[in-house]
């Protein structure tokens, strides 16, 4: 029971620790020059993407030992949700 409440306990700090970052990097972005916001807005799109893959292979690592691997695998999902948000959402950034 412990070693459960631990791995939820673990993903939850991994999605709120990238979500907040990818969230920050947009917001210092947003409140930024042309060229950095530019950057800014690439860079946190690619931090969620980064931490979904993190969360996939702690998934197959959780997997491989016979441990909780399904609250990875969900966190994994939210976090490419996420992802695929933050994409579209800094396009017209980049478009311009």
């Known amino acids: 029971m412990n070693e459960s409440n631990d791995d939820l306990r673990a993903v939850i700090v991994h999605v709120i620790v ?3 970052f990818a969230l920050g990097l947009a917001a210092v972005g947003a409140a930024s020059s042309t060229p950095l916001s530019t950057v800014l807005f690439v860079a946190s799109p690619i931090v969620a993407l980064l931490g979904a893959l993190a969360m996939l292979w702690r998934t197959y690592r959780v997997w491989r030992r016979a441990g909780r691997w399904q609250l990875w695998q969900g966190g994994s999902w939210f976090l490419l949700a996420f992802f695929v948000v933050m994409l579209f959402g ?3 950034a980049l478009v311009n």
């Open 90 to 92: 800094s396009a017209p």
């Open 18 to 20: 990238t979500v907040g």
